[in-house]
Structures are given as structure tokens and as C-alpha cells.
């Protein structure tokens, strides 16, 4: 495997690792990234564009410098791919930025600014539990269809309407899928804006970050395509800890679990440009590690020629519990800030400092502010795993020895 890229001195166990991840672990096209006190530390990338290992990314396929010729066209410096929930942390920052501004209140009701959200037993639901997963509607009545989850109506519409699973703020359990009309429609009801165009105005444009919720045309070109994979054999012994119930419970069609992954159904094709560009929060961002990194590290403090997201009061606000124990829809306990999961046995992050969010399938992308550590890590080779992957989780034990030199 040739892997490309730059790393600090002493940074030198993270680039063994991640040759490691694609000898032993699977991995097919993957990148790293590590910012460390501001400064880019770790920017690492290998494989194939394609997890299938095809040039093709839909109609732009072969244009650009991602792109590539033949069936074997390499990952390249600026390779995106989609990842999944870990958009969630980083939708996450554009209620807490509006918080900050004095545009939103995370101790009102949700209905305050969306009237119609009330219904339902949900009249109480607080701002700050959507944003934990306490909002009670982690699943729907009625699946809806992927045309349905990208419209703009459907979705909202659905969860405003929808009869709440427990009182809200009781109890938490991961809102995989309708996180993203939650958190969507209610900053359009704040802002006037859609949540992506938000995102790309007052944050990834100013910091020069290489992340979508909602990909535009003219970035196709450089987005990989993701597929699912089996992991070796060799990898059997190093996971990273059992998930407990988490399998069987989606297994079971009846089950909060399967009912709140399956609120899409039938499940959507992450590499149709019709998803690619669809504003949802908390499913279908598309970026960079690199942009993943440099996010992080700028909601914790001032970044290389960028700026910072947040003030001290809301990083601190960030990576403060709201939720934890057992997860009604995950089984397993989590622990949820206000849109960022916190360091715990099922989502290992770099220390109990840390806030991020893993993508289910492999991505994951936190912040540490003790450490000063911003760190991003996709992959186009989706697993089955939910939080914990071994691949990722083999790179954070790797930055955090390399933190103890």
C-alpha cells in the first residue's frame, strides 16, 4: 500500500497504523487527519477513490483530479466521501453557533420556534433535547421513501406529526435518521436558510473547509464511491469491544432499533447525486478528513490562518452530558452533549475531554480541548459497525501514544 501524505515528528505511530488498517484491517481508500494545537499534524491519505475499486462517481466520473482513468484510480489528496452520522457533530455547530450569537435558546421549547413540532405529546420537548436524542422520535409510524427524505417536506412534516415513543427529555435513544429533518427544519425556522446553506456560509467557507451538507455540482468530480464491505478474517481478533445486543436488536424488525435506521426505507444509494446533494444533517455530509480535523480543531481554538467557531463558554457547552445510560435505540449505554457523543465504552474517543461523532460504517471525527486535538478519519469501505470501529479506533490508540512521547 502506498500511502501518501505528511506527519509530524512523533506523529510517526498514526502512519503505522493506518498502513496497518488497510493490511490487516480492510480498509479500501481512507485518509487521517490531526491537528494538534492549531497546527496540521497528521494529513495521510491511501487506496482506491472507489471502495469497489472503479474510477466511476456518477455523472462526473473521470473528470477532475480525483477522478482518475482505469479501474483501479487512487485516492487522492482531495478525495471526499460521504460520511454518514459523523455529519451529525458537525451539523451540530450551527445551533450552537446561533446559540451563541443570541438567535437560540437551547433551554426553550422546540415549539417556540416551530409551532407545529407540539402535537404529538411533544409540546415540551426542549431545544437542548433534540440535540441530545431525547426528543422521543427516533423512528416513524410510516417509513419514508428516499424521494421523501431528501424533499425538504416530508421529513419535517413526519416528525412534527409523529406521537412521541417516551415523554421527552425522560429518557435517550439515537435518532439516526430523523436527527436530520429535526435539526434542519428547526434552524430554517430560526434562520431563514437551510441548514447546509448555513453550514457552507458561516462556517466552512470562512475556514476554507472541505465539507457538504449538500454537495454542489461544480465538488462532484471529487467525491469517491462507498460500498460495503466484510472484514478480513485476520481483524476477528481485533475488535475493539463487543457491541453487545446491537446486532440482534436490528435484526429484529419490531425493534426502536431496526424501526429508527430503517425511518428511510427502502435504504437510500449513498453514491446517487440526488443524495449526495441533499441537505440531511445527520446522514449525508460529504468531506474530507482533512476538513473533519480542521473543524474540530477550530471548536476548540484558533486554527492555522482560519479562525474559531466557537467562544470557551460553548466548547465547553459542547462536550457537556445531557444524556447518559441505556440507549433505547442503540442498547448500549452512550453518553450525547448537545449534538456531539462523548467519550465512553461505546464510542471510545481520545479521552473523557472529547466530543465528536463516529459515522456508522467507519468514519469518526472528534475534538479533544485538553489535548488541543482536532482529528477527522474516513473511509469509502463501510463496515458493519455501529460507533466502535476497529479501524478508526486503532488510529485514536495511535495518536494517543504518540501524545504521551
Do not use: C
Not at 421529513?155 to 439516526?176: D, F, I, K, L
Not at 465539507?211 to 468530480?221: N, Q, S
Request: charged letters at 20%.
Amino acid at each position: 500500500m502506498n500511502i501518501q501524505g505528511v506527519v509530524a515528528e512523533g506523529f510517526e505511530p498514526v502512519r503505522d497504523a493506518f498502513a496497518r488498517n488497510f493490511e490487516v484491517l480492510g480498509d479500501r481508500g481512507a485518509a487521517v487527519a490531526v491537528y494538534r494545537d492549531g497546527r496540521k499534524v497528521v494529513d495521510l491519505w491511501g487506496g482506491t477513490a472507489d471502495a469497489d475499486g472503479g474510477a466511476g462517481t456518477g455523472p462526473s466520473a473521470g473528470a477532475g483530479p480525483s477522478a482518475g482513468a482505469g479501474p483501479s484510480a487512487p485516492w487522492a489528496e482531495d478525495t471526499a466521501v460521504v460520511v454518514r452520522s459523523a455529519t451529525k457533530g458537525v451539523a451540530a455547530a450551527v445551533p450552537l453557533l446561533l446559540h451563541q450569537r443570541g438567535l437560540l435558546d437551547l433551554a426553550a421549547p422546540v415549539a417556540a420556534y416551530w409551532p407545529e413540532f407540539k402535537a404529538g405529546g411533544k409540546e415540551r420537548t426542549l431545544v437542548r433535547d433534540l440535540l441530545s436524542h431525547r426528543a422521543g422520535v427516533p423512528a416513524l409510524d410510516r417509513p419514508l421513501t428516499p424521494a421523501e427524505a431528501v424533499d425538504g417536506t416530508a421529513g419535517p412534516r413526519a416528525v412534527a406529526e409523529q406521537q412521541a415513543s417516551w415523554e421527552p427529555g425522560t429518557a435517550h435513544g439515537y435518532h439516526a435518521q430523523t436527527y436530520s429533518w429535526l435539526l434542519s427544519e428547526l434552524v430554517l425556522r430560526v434562520t431563514g436558510r437551510s441548514l447546509g446553506t448555513w453550514f457552507a456560509e458561516e462556517i466552512a467557507e470562512p475556514l476554507g473547509l472541505d465539507f457538504w451538507i449538500g454537495l454542489p455540482e461544480a465538488e462532484a468530480h471529487r467525491v469517491g464511491r462507498v460500498a460495503p464491505v466484510e472484514p478480513p478474517e485476520s481483524a476477528g481478533t481485533l475488535k475493539v469491544r463487543p457491541r453487545r445486543n446491537v446486532s440482534e436488536a436490528y435484526a429484529d424488525p419490531d425493534s426502536l432499533t431496526r424501526r429508527a435506521f430503517a425511518a428511510i426505507s427502502p435504504l437510500p444509494d449513498e453514491n446517487d447525486p440526488a443524495w449526495r446533494a441533499a441537505e440531511l444533517p445527520g446522514t449525508a455530509g460529504i468531506g474530507t478528513a482533512r476538513g473533519l480535523a480542521r473543524f474540530y480543531a477550530a471548536t476548540i481554538g484558533v486554527v492555522e490562518d482560519g479562525a474559531r467557531i466557537f467562544t470557551p463558554a460553548v466548547t465547553a457547552q459542547a462536550g457537556t452530558e445531557l444524556s447518559a445510560g441505556p440507549d433505547r435505540v442503540l442498547v448500549v449505554n452512550t453518553r450525547f452533549g448537545p449534538g456531539y457523543m462523548l467519550h465512553g465504552p461505546a464510542t471510545p474517543l481520545l479521552s473523557p475531554a472529547s466530543f465528536g461523532h463516529p459515522g456508522r460504517g467507519g468514519s469518526l471525527a472528534f475534538a479533544d480541548p485538553e489535548a488541543g486535538v482536532g482529528f477527522g478519519y474516513v473511509t469509502n469501505a463501510l463496515a458493519k459497525s455501529v460507533t466502535a470501529d476497529p479501524r478508526a479506533q486503532a488510529l485514536v490508540r495511535a495518536l494517543r501514544a504518540s501524545l504521551a512521547t
